[in-house]
């Protein structure tokens, strides 16, 4: 059973950063792109970023660009966001998501990041 | 970039009763790059549908994607209670994901 857990959640002050991370489980994970998605609180999905199996191909919304940086670690089966210069407006709840075709086939539980002073 | 507009906004249907939801692309796009997802309140999104009409693994008969170019729709027949959500179609563009702002299925 796949199992995507994120973690790094939290209250930040604008301006500061913080790391999240999502444990991947139950699947090859280096077979995989992988995404994170993002929902504001009573809010729709806006995807925030994507990262090729190998790395090599890494996107960004134009919202998060020059901000939030995607990393993974094959080895560990994890999957990293680097949030920088936050922003009240990117008070969201961030979820891991799976890539399968040109879908997100499997989605964690999301972790909750809240930007105020 | 491509912009997807569900409408309605809020569908209030009876358990039973036949749901019919719209996805509309800003301009054309190919079949295979779209897909739906069921969010129930406090629960992640689920893959209901790509390629515009495939099942997910999983996902009950009742649902059922059609549609092309600019227009595609998700059925759900004889709504269950669990079928009350919100429901978004989803295009894929250059290993970028858009979502269209969703529509709320709500018990009438």
């Known amino acids: 059973e796949v199992q995507l857990v994120e973690s790094g959640g939290g209250l930040v002050q604008p301006g500061r950063s913080l790391r999240l991370s999502c444990a991947a489980s139950g699947f090859t994970f280096d077979d995989f792109a992988m995404h994170w998605v993002r929902q504001a609180p009573g809010k729709g999905l806006e995807w925030v970023s994507g990262i090729s199996w190998n790395s090599l191909n890494i996107d960004y919304a134009d919202s998060v660009k020059g901000r939030f940086t995607i990393s993974r670690d094959n080895a560990k089966n994890s999957l990293y966001l680097q949030l920088n210069s936050l922003r009240p407006e990117d008070t969201a709840l961030y979820y891991c998501a799976k890539n399968f075709g040109y879908q997100l086939d499997s989605w964690g539980q999301g972790t909750l990041v809240t930007v105020s002073s | 970039d491509i912009v997807l507009t569900q409408s309605p906004g809020t569908l209030s249907l009876s358990p039973g009763e036949r749901a019919t939801l719209s996805c509309r692309p800003s301009?054309?796009?190919?079949?295979?790059?779209l897909a739906w997802y069921q969010q129930i309140p406090g629960q992640a999104p689920k893959l209901l549908i790509y390629g515009a009409s495939t099942r997910a693994t999983g996902i009950p008969d009742r649902f059922s994607g059609s549609g092309s170019g600019t227009d595609f729709t998700l059925t759900i027949n004889r709504l269950e209670p669990e079928d009350f959500a919100v429901y978004y179609c989803q295009h894929y563009h250059l290993s970028r994901y858009t979502f269209g702002q969703g529509t709320k299925l709500e018990i009438k």
């Open positions: 301009q054309s796009v190919t079949s295979r790059y």
